[in-house]
């Protein structure tokens, strides 16, 4: 099991900057992929952004050049730096696991970002 812990959320202008944050504890491998991913309602959870164990990123097209994601592989740690944030960023944001075969998601508890003025 993995268990995920996500901080940093909150409320912000538009314009302005958020970090979030997400450690990773349990059984954790040594290859993995952690990432981000939002959700608001009635609308599926799209991926924001992921990074795997060896350094590979990739980015939803909406955030590309905004926000930047990073890790602390010694800390099983992932970051996502939110910068020009949009009110359209506004959602819930998860924090995402997986591992090889990557056929098992484990997902954080979620944490509310809110753009507006």
């Known amino acids: 099991q993995v268990q995920l812990v996500e901080s940093g959320g909150g409320l912000v202008q538009p314009g302005g900057s958020l970090r979030l944050s997400c450690a990773a504890s349990?059984?954790?491998?040594?290859?993995?992929?952690m990432g981000w991913h939002r959700q608001v309602p009635g609308k599926q959870r799209e991926l924001v952004a992921a990074?795997?164990?060896?350094?590979?990123?990739e980015y939803a097209d909406s955030v590309k050049g905004r926000f930047t994601i990073s890790r602390d592989n010694a800390k099983n740690t992932v970051y996502l730096q939110m910068n020009s944030l949009k009110p359209e960023d506004t959602a819930v944001y998860y924090c995402?696991?997986?591992?090889?075969?990557?056929?098992?998601?484990?997902w954080g508890q979620g944490t509310q970002v809110t753009v507006s003025s």
């Open positions: 995402r696991y997986s591992r090889p075969p990557f056929s098992r998601d484990y």
């Open positions: 349990g059984s954790i491998f040594s290859i993995n992929v």
């Open positions: 990074m795997y164990s060896g350094g590979t990123t």
